[in-house]
């Protein structure tokens, strides 16, 4: 019996209202703007996915999504066990998966679709590659929160953990939110140059 979703996309993040406006939740920020700009929401608590889910129909002139969109209410480091439920509950392909994710490697502005690629110490991403068998070919939007200068393993983790400024709110409201849902609803998955 196949799906009755075409595709999962996921809004990586921590749970948490201390967490919301953090760089590593931009993917969730990013998925909460589909979300709202789509009227998909509000969304449910699904608790057998510890997630909160909502649903996404595009159909436009050669292409149908319908998407489930999971925005779970767990931590990083363990988030690859909600979506591997969702994805075997909900008898998705692996390939089907879309990931919405921060990226220390690009500037803030910029969106990278990838697949295939390093984790590049990603816990979020290698959680759910882990859990999926060692998987890792699925779409990935890598969402650029730019990089602090020191490379410390400590001062990067208080880098991701922390809220964005004001003027970087700005930046994402108006440039990347929009590059992500675009990108998403015109069906612009195929992954960029490397």
Known sequence: MSSKYSHLIVGLGN????????RHNV?????????????CGPY????SYASNIAELKV????????????????????????VAKAMKNERLEKTSLIVLHDDL????????VVKGTSFKGHNGLKSIS???????????FG?????????????????VLSNFSLSEM?????????????????????????
């Not at 749970?15 to 953090?22: E, H, L, Q, V």
């Not at 490697?105 to 990278?112: D, P």
């Open 15 to 22: 749970m948490g209202a201390s967490y919301s406006k953090t």
């Open 27 to 39: 993917g969730m920020l990013c998925l909460d703007y589909l979300v709202a700009k789509h009227r």
């Open 44 to 47: 449910k608590m699904k608790v």
């Open 59 to 82: 159909i436009t002139q050669g292409f149908e999504m319908n998407a489930l969109l999971l925005s779970p209410v767990t931590f990083m480091n363990i988030i690859g066990k909600n």
């Open 105 to 112: 490697e690009q500037k803030l502005g910029r969106v990278r």
């Open 130 to 140: 882990q859990e999926m068998g060692g998987f890792k070919d699925f779409i990935r």
């Open 143 to 159: 969402i650029g929160i730019g990089r602090p200068e020191a490379r410390e393993q400590n001062v990067v983790a208080d880098y």
């Open 170 to 194: 700005e930046v994402l409201e108006s440039e990347v939110y929009s590059k992500v849902y675009e990108r998403i609803i015109g069906n612009k998955l195929t992954p960029d140059g490397v």
